[in-house]
């Protein structure tokens, strides 16, 4: 098939419902949870909002709003620079990752049974290839998203679940991070989590491996994901786009998902 039929074929499929799109993106607002770190190290300010004019005064006919928000707030993009492992890669920030590289094919593995009975669960190697036993293969260039139904936890609260030591909730183990990064050449991986590194990464040898690993794969990461049950284990192709931010470390963005309804 050419490439125009392919092209004329997606816009004919998208059009008539047989490929649906799945908006894997949390509302940014005020109330958009935030990771917290120890206090030794300097917070990430959350998202807020301040009118510049609303048909008034200050613009009469126009409404608009200054924001101010952390890179690292609600669903956003983890780039390879954002780690110190990552910080002398080649096309590492923003505005030099190829655009490319923000479209792929969605590996999605469903954890929710674990995750059910273990907030700190972590991802392994062998589970992985557990998956790829049933799935296939992960292919280069894949979205290895990570269905933990984290995302259903609405307040805040429960969302971060920070307890006497620290917040609890699931993520990679270090062997699988450099088992997708450097074995399976995956774009990245995603996450229903404020981050790619479980709760309790911080006290991790070493700390918060998958960035670690990932990022100094050059490889990128999603946090804050939704919606990762209305996609299928393979299939889904996902759009992962951030701000072109000059030396950005990360940005909000808006993820989509095509597929097939
Ligand atoms: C800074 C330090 C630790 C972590 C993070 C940021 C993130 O999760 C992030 O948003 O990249 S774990
Ligand atoms: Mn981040």
Redesign the pocket.
Known sequence: MSTVTVLSLLVEEMRNGRIKVVDLTQPLGPDTPV?G?PPI?AP?PGFSLSEISRYNDKGPGWYWNTITLGE?TGT?F?APV??VTGKDLSNNTLDTIPAARFIGPACVIDVTKETAVSEDFLLTREAVMAWEGTHGKIPPGAWVLLRTDWSKRLSAEKFLNVKDDGPHSPGFHKDCSHFLAYERDVLGVGVET????AGQ??KFDPP?PN?GIMHGAGKF?L?SLRNLDQLPATGAVVIASPLKIVDGS?SPLRVLALAPA
């Open positions: 990771i770190l190290f990430s690292h956003h983890d954002h780690w404020v981050g790619t590194d990464a911080g918060f960035h990461g946090a990360g």
